[in-house]
């Protein structure tokens, strides 16, 4: 019998073609091994669509005179609800401000009020170094 | 799929640029490398833009970003003194005492970046295509030259590897 392979990392992403859709279908309704692969292969797509999405970090999105993305990616970001995520994001920030910097995700006030500011910006195009940048951004250092 | 073309850089910037960055801060580790990957990619976008005949335009745009970030990979090859910061290092130090389950959702976000970086790169940057950027098959496979199929034993090569080094 032929395991699925990777027929079951499309099957996930929703890219089989017709004609695979039900051969999966139906081979996974008698193959335990390919089950369980499937459940791996799901657990370690999800882990990676967990991530956050970043904000640009201040000093590049200044450089390339670039403001939010209007169009957002096709995944939604991460929510930060209610306190428990002001709580982490004050923990993230002020424990990041002692070690090495990490794009962080930036609450929309902020957002506005940094990208609000940059717009007289729009269309100066200079290569600048970035480095540290981040850790600039949110008052960190 | 013809899209217009988009009048300016800065509309490619203002469009694009949280799409670039968020693919090259996963395929490289780290912010400093990520914006300036960005930045080199703008500039290609600048200089290119006058040569571009319409077609997909994302095709396009995703081509010079990941030629960029290959270049930049041959660059550093030859320049061994300079390595990927380790940064997930450094951020374990200061989380590895922290009872906070916020602390440990973050530490889980360093173990899964951890382990694209140890990936081959053709994998990581399939997996990263695919379930960071969004990408379809069909999108990935132009951007990076390969048959689809290619496409499809990448990620699933590449997910499998993930799933080991995270359990
Ligand atoms: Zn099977």
Redesign the pocket.
Known sequence: ????GDLLSAHLDGELASHERSRVAE??Q??????R?LEELASARAAVRSLPLLELPVALSTAIGARPDPIPLRRRPVAWVGAAAAAAFAVFVSAAALTAPEPREISPPQLNAVYGAVSSNEGAFTVVKVAGATAAAGGAR | MNEPLPETWEDVARKHGRKIYNFAYRLCGNPDDAADLVQEVLLRVRRGLADYTPGSFDGWLWRITRNAFLDDVRRRKRRPTSPLPDHTDRMSEWSSPGPDEVLAGLRLGEDIQKALLDIPIEFREAVVMCDVVGMSYEEIAAAVAAPIGTVRSRIHRGRKLLRERLT
């Open positions: 019998m032929n395991h699925l081979h996974l008698t193959c335990d091994r390919c089950r692969e």
